[in-house]
């Protein structure tokens, strides 16, 4: 088990099982490779915390909430990075960030899990139609 001290949730308990690891980190943040997803509610918004750093924690969620017809199918790479052995096993989540009054939805970024051995990446897409779309 885990503890740690977050600032927007207080001392929060992980079990090892739990923490999702990227090992190259996140876009921008390749120090940061463990995190525990944090359910928000009644909601299908979750929180991605950082296990490293207190203050770091992403509002996250699956793409098809905001938008049904996202589809994504990894290549065979990033299949292999995952350690993927079924595509069932895989978890696709959108980072979200909020604006204002607005919430943006980061399309081009998702994040790819392997719901059994809780190993992550963040992929880049090359594509710029709906990349980011303002839900709010």
């Given amino acids: 088990m885990i503890k740690i ?3 927007r949730f207080g001392v929060l308990e992980a079990e090892e099982e739990k923490i999702i690891n990227f090992p190259d980190g996140l876009v921008g943040l390749s120090d940061m490779t463990r995190f525990i997803l944090i359910d928000y509610k ?32 990894p290549d065979k790479t990033v299949k292999q990075y995952l350690q993927l052995e079924d595509n069932d096993d895989i978890v696709v989540l959108i980072i979200m960030r909020v604006q204002g009054n607005d919430v943006i939805a980061n399309f081009q970024g998702p994040l790819l899990l392997n719901a059994r051995n809780k190993r992550g990446v963040q992929i880049i897409l090359d594509f710029h139609n709906k990349a980011y779309q303002k839900i709010g």
């Fill in 5 to 7: 001290n977050t600032s």
């Fill in 42 to 73: 009644d909601t299908p918004i979750k929180w991605l915390q950082s296990l490293e750093d207190p203050d770091i924690a992403f509002i996250v969620t699956s793409p098809d909430t905001i938008m049904p017809e996202y589809s994504l199918e």
